[in-house]
């Protein structure tokens, strides 16, 4: 009797479209001390050697392993080349843009790396916060076709082995490294435990890292980090030669915040470029009531609200404002919302680091009509103002009123479907 064999056919995700491809190249963002890594991998085809496919990924070194994957096959001639460039080029440039940081191209062997260190925490046995029957169908999907990618690579001798998890960390780190820089990428890799990137910055070894009581209450995001420099006759450091920093931070936690004191030694002097982290003592690790913690994450929002005509509403593109030409519009319940960040992480290399200074400013256009630019900075706002007023959509705009909020409300604003900004502040607070 005849065996049957299932056949899959390409339009099936079960198809491995990769054998039909050769690696041609990766781009990536330097961005894996901050935990992430996002890549662009172009394949060309074996017989139609103009058709291209791409790779789009986000991976997470922390949590969920692949954050985001989707494939795009590009041939020219088609009916939807077009849309399918379009549509990756708008996914890759929204990564670049949110990422901050500098683009390089990598190695067939850096990307299986890189990809093979993610994986194990898209696994459905890790521990998240936030997961849906939703989310694990995409991971399934993703490790699915990642398989694929690897198994046709390593059909041509392409491996992960001439790349080791510290080269891929080289290669995706910032050449130079300032002593605050070495500081706030050490402290938010490990309370988000990413002990393996904590480690790349330390000459602590894992056993070490993950017993300093920062990473007791599981993942969390580094919201500040204040640090002040000390000697080494308040601060003696273990190995007579090292300088202490004395830091405060703020991190989120799943359901809490936690503020924490310690002091971090680095190798070198206070000038030093590329210093490592040679030791670490907590002094105080306290969990922060809700006043608490509003006290500590809040600041001020500078804020300018104009009235929209319909044709701009109707047709607005953010290229055309300088500040938002890359940025993706995301929907909220309240309207669009456009993003604009900042460049190379900068705000990284500070002594006062607080997590969303990489954002130059928002705009919102809400469901009323309204276009409503925020910012945390004054300058910020300013620029923003100029942008707007002085593009082509300054015919279809009115200025309504700037204001200054010293409690958060545009998060408000863009959470409350329909409402105008006039009706979440009091009289007096332009």
Known sequence: MAELKLIHGKKSIKYNHFEDYDFESCRAICARLMGVAALKVTWRSKTERRARMYQIMHLDYSEYGIDDYQEFICTPGSDDFAEKREEMN???????????????????????RLIEDALPLAAEDVDREYDNEENKEFRAYARLRLGYMQDALNSEGIT??????????????????????????????????????????????????????????????????DIERSDRKTDPPDDGSSFPFRCRITTLGRKSYYHATLVVWLSGSQRSKNPLVTDIKVGSIIK?????????VSRPEYITVFECKDEMLNGFDAKYVGPFANSTPTAVPNGWLYTAYKGNNSHVDSS???????????GLITIAGEFVLMSNDLRNISMLDDALIFSLYSPFINTKGRFRIDSP??????????????????????
């Open 90 to 112: 708008g996914l890759w440039n929204h990564f670049v843009a949110v990422m901050g940081s500098d683009l390089t191209d990598i190695s067939a062997a850096c990307m299986l």
């Open 160 to 225: 992960s082995a001439d790349c080791s998890s510290v080269d891929a960390m080289d290669t995706l780190s910032p050449l130079k490294l300032s002593a605050f820089e070495t500081i706030n990428y050490f402290l938010m890799r490990l309370v988000d435990c990413d002990f393996a990137a904590a480690r790349y910055l330390s000459d602590l070894d894992m056993a070490y890292l993950r017993n300093t009581g920062l990473s007791d209450a599981g993942i969390q995001t580094l919201i500040r980090c």
């Open 288 to 296: 922060l009531s809700d006043y608490e913690a509003a006290i500590q």
């Open 352 to 362: 006062a680091y607080r997590m969303n200074n990489d954002v130059y400013g928002y």
């Open 409 to 430: 409300v545009f998060q408000t604003l863009c959470s409350a479907s329909g409402a105008m900004f006039e009706e979440l502040v009091e009289p007096g607070d332009e």
